[in-house]
């Protein structure tokens, strides 16, 4: 006859390594600034993009206790999404979001400055060379007239 023997496993019985305080890790599983709102850009833009029709929509009965959808929304969702990822990968993705956003601002910021100074100094170095060549432009052309008109005289004498 067979007798079933009961084997711990000693591994069980080690104490974990790590913290033992669960408040230190608790910065881990903040909603970063960046990644709340990119989640609120992306549903900007997606939103106007998806059309759903009845038919698209699946019943509550298709669905089981664990994916009631009924009171989720998608941007509930997509918040939701920030646990699918590890605290380090969110701080990075933040980080490199927040850099674009800065540099992209101070882009803007300088391309107003700019073309600020540009348009100024076309409106005052251009507008009055632009008066002073047409009045010589005038000029030479009542020049060109008096000309003529002398050598008109000159002809009928």
């Known amino acids: 006859m067979v007798q079933l023997e009961e084997v711990e496993d000693e591994e069980l019985d080690q104490p974990q390594t790590g913290s033992k305080d669960f408040a230190d890790n608790d910065e881990d ?8 709102l990119l989640a609120h850009i992306l549903i ?8 759903i029709t009845d038919s698209e929509i699946s019943d509550s009965s298709d669905l089981s206790p664990f994916e009631s959808s009924a009171d989720e929304s998608l941007t509930d969702r997509i918040l939701a999404l ?14 490199t979001f927040d850099i674009a956003s800065s540099y992209f601002k101070t882009g803007l910021g300088l391309g107003g400055k700019t073309l600020w100074v540009v348009s100024t100094s076309a409106l005052l170095l251009g507008v009055p060379w632009a008066l002073a060549f047409a ?3 005038q000029l030479v052309e009542m020049e060109k007239e008096q000309r003529m008109r002398e050598m008109g005289n000159e002809v009928s004498f």
């Open 29 to 36: 599983f903040t909603d970063t600034v960046g990644f709340r």
């Open 44 to 51: 900007a833009f997606l939103s106007p993009l998806v059309d």
């Open 82 to 95: 920030r646990d699918i990822f590890p605290p380090s990968t969110r701080r990075r993705i933040s980080s």
């Open 135 to 137: 009045e010589e432009a």
